[in-house]
């Protein structure tokens, strides 16, 4: 099983809603990663956890809060985002040691009203 | 700074082979990523290289030079499914970090 899976696919929501943003994985990796990608832009990164423990945080603000409640789950909490935050929200995972080879999750297509 | 710089559009014949450059300066270095991303698509990984050289997958090959900073990625028997955007990313050892290009869009002609 090489698969990164996420939902939801889309996600409509109001600035002043609360979501959440679910990622799974089974392959055993015990790194997982969230990133936002805007159109036609690159991805940027946000979190990531090592063994379940928040290793880096790029200075992203606390309407996003990233939670990992084992070591095949990665969820991200959404709350009282803005418009400018509608993006792709991608999860990926790899082993832990160098990053390499990591694996996308098809993203969650985020619209903020 | 951090800087990584690949062209923004090539454009490429069907059956042909292309190469996209990618240069990099970056606070430590690890190993540099190529992925490819179609339109509304995820990444999907291509290769990681660590070491100087050719790797070759199959009808994908990435080179890097890490004394000049510099990649590429090759992509040969090129095919219609090949119009993409392909990123070029470094993982730094300095701050534990991937920074990716802005990416290039390459278009395949019949």
């Known amino acids: 099983d090489t698969e990164v899976t996420q939902t939801p696919k889309h996600l409509v929501m109001g600035m002043t809603n609360k979501k959440s943003l679910k990622c799974e994985q089974h392959?055993?990796?015990?790194?997982m990663y969230w990133y936002k990608q805007k159109a036609k832009k690159p991805p940027e990164l946000m979190f990531v956890?090592?063994?379940?423990?928040?290793?880096i945080n790029e200075s992203v603000p606390s309407r996003f809060s990233p939670e990992c409640p084992n070591s095949s789950l990665l969820n991200l909490h959404l709350h009282a985002l803005q418009p400018e935050d509608s993006a792709l929200y991608l999860c990926?995972?790899?082993?832990?040691?160098?990053?390499?080879?990591?694996?996308f999750g098809p993203g969650t297509r985020l619209t903020v009203l | 700074g951090q800087n990584i710089d690949q062209p923004t559009e090539m454009t490429a014949t069907e059956g042909a082979i292309v190469q996209i450059n990618c240069t990099y300066q970056?606070?430590?270095?690890?190993?540099l990523f190529w992925y490819q991303q179609h339109a509304g698509e995820a990444p999907t990984f291509l290769s990681y290289?660590?070491?100087?050289g050719l790797e070759e997958k199959g009808r994908f090959s990435s080179f890097l030079s890490r004394s000049k900073g510099y990649s590429y990625l090759l992509l040969k028997e090129l095919q219609m499914k090949d119009s993409a955007s392909y990123l070029c990313?470094?993982?730094?050892?300095?701050?534990?970090?991937?920074?990716f290009g802005k990416g290039t869009r390459l278009h395949i002609l019949p």
């Open positions: 990926a995972s790899s082993l832990p040691t160098s990053w390499d080879t990591q694996y």
């Open positions: 392959m055993g990796h015990r790194a």
């Open positions: 956890y090592s063994y379940e423990k928040l290793s």
């Open positions: 970056t606070s430590g270095f690890n190993g």
């Open positions: 290289n660590v070491l100087d």
């Open positions: 990313a470094v993982f730094t050892n300095r701050d534990d970090k991937i920074i």
